[in-house]
């Protein structure tokens, strides 16, 4: 089987977006790969974070983790600090990337915006962090959104130019894996920005601990226009919300948009709603409960982790030694 690397930060509950684009590819995947899974904390303090709400919100990540699936004992879920291989392979990194490669990375710019110059050192090269992450298990396929193939492409420019200048073959290539016909959902309040657990407004999204009347709430708030839904896909065009919401069914429903407006279309938007939030009800419902079974024992959740850590270094230690080796260190 081949070996799967991906992760996600710990920055708050994970959101429907969230799992519609990512987690719930990661469930399916868990059959006929090899999975790590990482909370990605050595990427979240590329911004300040308050230590406390670090540690809770790495505890919490996993809780949902494994309530939407992720299987622990076939599988390894880990926290990314507790394998320090990571960072040591990031380091060899940085100094085989070149500034070229990371000042056409699309996302430093995004993130940093117009305060460039008081942005963190970390920010600048957590694209060599995550080409770590990923070479430390010789992983050969990542999931990801469109929005993170251009730091699977400098993964695989530093692993071409470690291979060329030591004259080896050690790291292979990465292909990435591009999953699910919801991979980008937007934000509720908008339907031009996608749905991030980040936003200001916990309106914009679904979180995967909210409970019912929250979810039928934010559902029967969320921006419409005053049109009603189309019959055919196309009349989608220009409508963000209405796409938007019709594309969190379909994928809820395992179905497309046409089938969607085959059912709904020529009706307003309140009958629509109801069935939409009843819809995310039935699926997110079991996840929120088991996710507050599991943060019920946190204790618990941390030994999930430190296991999954230890089998995780088992993996990458002798990796990234090899690694060292090759580059000349001097090793006892």
């Known amino acids: 089987m081949q070996r ?12 429907l977006g969230n799992y519609l684009g990512a987690i719930r590819n990661w469930v399916g995947l868990q059959g006929d790969h090899e999975c790590l899974w990482c909370v990605v904390d050595l990427h979240a303090i590329t911004v300040f974070q308050e230590p406390e709400a670090l540690r809770t919100q790495t505890r919490e990540m996993a809780a949902v983790l494994l309530a939407c699936g992720i299987d622990a ?3 390894i879920l880990f926290a990314q600090s507790s394998v320090r291989a990571h960072a040591q392979l990031a380091w060899i990194f940085n100094c085989i990337a070149r500034l070229g490669w990371l000042n056409r990375m699309t996302q430093f710019k995004d993130k940093a915006g117009k305060d460039r110059e008081n942005a963190s050192a970390g920010l600048y090269v957590y694209p060599n962090l995550m ?4 070479h430390a298990y010789h992983a050969t396929r990542v999931p990801v959104g469109d929005d993170q193939k251009q730091h699977l492409e400098l993964a695989n420019d530093i692993a071409q130019k470690f291979n060329h200048d030591y004259g080896v073959d050690f790291f292979p290539a990465i292909e990435p894996l591009i999953l699910g016909p919801a ?4 934000s509720l309040r908008d ?3 996608k749905m991030s657990k980040s936003d200001p407004s916990d309106q914009s999204r679904i979180n995967l601990n909210d409970d019912a009347d929250t979810i039928a709430l934010k559902i029967r708030r969320a921006k419409t226009d005053p049109e009603p839904l189309p019959e055919h896909v196309g ?3 220009g409508r963000a919300e209405a796409r938007n919401l019709v594309g969190i069914y379909a994928a809820l429903a395992g179905t497309d948009h046409a089938a969607v407006l085959g059912t709904f279309g020529g009706k307003g938007f309140g009958p629509f709603k109801e069935a939409l939030a009843a819809l995310l009800i039935d699926k997110l419902a079991p996840i929120a409960a088991e996710a ?6 946190p204790a618990g959740v941390d030994a999930i982790l430190r296991d999954g850590a230890s089998r995780a270094a088992a993996i990458a230690d002798p990796i990234v030694a090899e690694a060292e080796r090759l580059v000349g260190f001097l090793r006892p």
């Open 4 to 15: 799967i690397f991906s992760g996600i930060q710990p920055s708050g509950i994970p959101t």
């Open 292 to 297: 507050r079974r599991y943060l019920a024992d």
């Open 73 to 75: 004992r076939r599988h």
């Open 191 to 193: 339907g031009t920005r």
């Open 131 to 134: 080409a770590a992450d990923i």
């Open 235 to 237: 009349g989608l065009d």
């Open 183 to 186: 991979a980008r959902v937007m």
